[in-house]
């Protein structure tokens, strides 16, 4: 390993990567300089924007507010993760349906945002919702749409899990 260098090995969108990095590496850089993850956005240098936001471990974090090192042997999700074979994450689905978005350049992280937020709170009120994204800058839209955005995406979270709820009650 080059002198001043320290490995790290971490989870990515499900694959495992390892790579050796300066200690002061900040994880968004790994992502998107090392890994080619570049749908996380940095949209500022003073941690104010969230466009970087991922989640780590399930939570969502500035991904330029932690080192590479700190997410040692953690497991990230970025925007690029969030489809599955079934297709769109229901809050992709959600932008998409009520127009939550203009430019697209603080989306990744909203998206992120809105997801970590509806894995804590699947049926958030407005006020919540908006009280999540205050970390999270758009330029464009108002955030209207966006709220809109995730409430759509709750309302289609929450009827698939009625329908697991009654499909599973039917097999019993
Ligand atoms: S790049 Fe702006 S908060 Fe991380
Ligand atoms: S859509 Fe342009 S910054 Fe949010």
Redesign the pocket.
């Known amino acids: 390993m080059e002198a001043g260098k320290v490995r790290v090995s971490l989870e990515v969108n499900g694959k495992a990567y390892t790579a050796e990095v300066e200690p002061r590496l900040l994880l968004?850089h790994l992502l998107r300089d090392q890994l080619g993850l570049t749908g996380t956005?940095?949209?500022?240098?003073?941690?104010?924007?969230?466009?970087?936001?991922v989640l780590l471990d399930g939570q969502a974090v500035?991904?330029?507010?932690v080192l590479a090192v700190q997410a040692d042997g953690g497991r990230v999700t970025t925007v690029e993760g969030l489809a599955s074979p079934e297709g769109l994450h229901p809050v992709q689905i959600g932008f998409w349906e009520k127009h939550g978005l203009q430019c697209g350049f603080c989306t990744p992280g909203v998206i992120m945002t809105a997801v970590g937020l509806l894995q804590d709170n699947p049926r958030p009120t407005e006020e919540e919702i908006r009280t999540a994204l205050e970390g999270v800058l758009c330029r464009c839209t108002g955030y209207q749409n966006i709220v809109r955005a995730v409430q759509y995406a709750a309302s289609q979270m929450a009827e698939a899990d009625e329908r697991r709820e009654v499909a599973a009650a039917e097999t019993e």
């Open positions: 968004v956005h940095i949209g500022c240098d003073t941690s104010q924007c969230g466009a970087c936001t500035k991904s330029c507010t």
